[in-house]
């Protein structure tokens, strides 16, 4: 009958190899994770795999096998396999700081490991490091602890190399690197004080799970960010890129009207300044801005296109709601999709309609129109180049814990709503 103990060091490997096949899952459905990310992963729990199955596998022979030949063999490959795992960390942590694998850093790592391996080419042909007995049990010689001397010197070097380069990696990467080199180092003084409990197993087995959630937590963040500073780049690409037909109407009406109605031409003047010191202000802010602000924008740019379309464009405000933010560069750029899409000469005059309302959860922003409408495609498809960056504002929106809602009004027309959650 086995012993706790026996029960235990099987156990761990075991523990082991189910983190190993669910950390390759998870890195290879990664979608955030990079290709170097990927790689070193896949690598890390390729050799952890080996590590794992080759511990399993001495623990198999000296108490069910009872081969000498399997138990020295897989003893061999289970320490020569765990001394890899920490020149893939070194690789990896300078990809990480932006060096080469050609750096200082590398070539010390690699030195050591060669001198491991010299070392441990000497510990088959000697029995003064470790041996396996005629009766095919696992003994350590007089010499064991020098065997632990290099990977502790590859621990302390990377150690050190990481506090000196923490500047350069995010604060999980730092955090990640830190723990995989700490606890194997804490688990290799446990192990050279205690001969039951396999430590070093443990120790990597943790620092490799750990290391895995956090390096995939930290990509994730950073993608979320570069989608975040993409859209808000769209966003401000869309307002430099104003159409020129409407600067050049705006400009030609306050041309005649400075003839006709000077007084107008003035207070068209006046809003076209507001109009664009709006969207340049939008243009420099990141973080969302108070409703009201975004309602100015809007309300200038629709000022201004009411004196070049007259009695084509109506426009009806009912926001008693304004105590909330949003984004910046939302609400005007779906005002002007309505005007720029609804207007016909053709047809009946349209009026836009902005309106607030307050929810259970938040607020919505509603804004609607009695032009055309979206139509099914639109509705369907997020991304239309026909229309102003709705896919952009939606995922702008959904960065904040917004909502988009697109939809056709009932007796012609579109109604677009964003729903904005309450602050916590």
């Not at 999980?172 to 606890?183: D, E, P, S, T």
Request: charged residues 20%.
């Amino acid at each position: 009958m086995l012993d706790w103990m026996t029960v235990a060091n099987f156990s761990i490997p075991v523990a082991g190899l189910m983190i190993v096949l669910f950390g390759l899952v998870m890195t290879i459905a990664s979608r955030y994770s990079d290709k170097a990310t990927r790689r070193f992963l896949i690598l890390i729990f390729i050799v952890l795999a080996c590590f794992l199955g080759s511990n399993m596998l001495s623990m198999a022979s000296q108490q069910f096998i009872g081969n000498w030949l399997i138990t020295w063999t897989a003893e061999f490959f289970e320490i020569l396999s765990s001394s890899l795992l920490l020149p893939l960390l070194a690789l990896y942590m300078m990809i990480r700081c932006g060096e080469t694998p050609r750096s200082p850093v590398m070539y010390i790592v690699d030195i050591i490991w060669i001198g491991f391996f010299v070392l441990l080419g000497y510990a088959q042909m000697s029995k003064s490091i470790y041996y396996v007995s005629t009766d095919n049990v696992f003994h350590r010689g007089p010499l064991y602890p020098v065997l632990m001397i290099p990977p502790v010197l590859m621990m302390l070097v990377m150690f050190i190399a990481l506090f000196r380069r923490r500047d350069k990696l995010t604060r999980r990467q730092f955090n990640a690197f830190l723990a995989y080199i700490a606890i194997p180092l804490i688990s290799v003084g446990l192990q050279m004080l205690n001969n039951g409990i396999n430590f070093i197993v443990l120790g990597v087995t943790i620092a490799t799970g750990l290391l895995m959630i956090i390096l995939l937590l930290d990509q994730t963040e950073q993608a979320a960010r570069q989608q975040r500073k993409i859209a808000d780049q769209q966003a401000s690409l869309t307002v430099l890129q104003m159409r020129p037909h409407f600067v050049y109407n705006t400009m030609m009406s306050i041309y005649y009207l400075c003839e006709e109605d000077p007084k107008r031409a003035q207070k068209v003047i006046l809003d076209f300044s507001k109009y664009l010191r709006k969207n340049f202000t939008a243009i420099a802010s990141e973080d969302p801005i108070p409703f009201e602000e975004e309602l100015e924008h809007a309300k200038a740019y629709l000022a201004v296109e009411q004196v070049r379309f007259e009695d084509s464009l109506f426009v009806e405000y009912d926001t008693p709601y304004k105590d909330f933010e949003l984004p910046p560069l939302t609400l005007q750029p779906l005002v002007e999709n309505c005007v720029k899409h609804g207007i016909d000469p053709e047809l009946d005059p349209i009026t836009v309609t902005i309106r607030t309302e307050k929810t259970d959860t938040g607020y919505d922003v509603i804004v609607a129109d009695t032009g055309p409408g979206f139509g099914a495609t639109v509705i369907t498809e997020k991304t239309d180049g026909n229309r102003i960056a709705l896919s952009n504002i939606r995922e702008r929106l959904e960065a904040v814990g917004a909502e988009l809602e697109l939809a056709d009004r009932e007796g012609g027309g579109a109604v677009v709503t964003i729903h904005i959650p309450d602050e916590e």
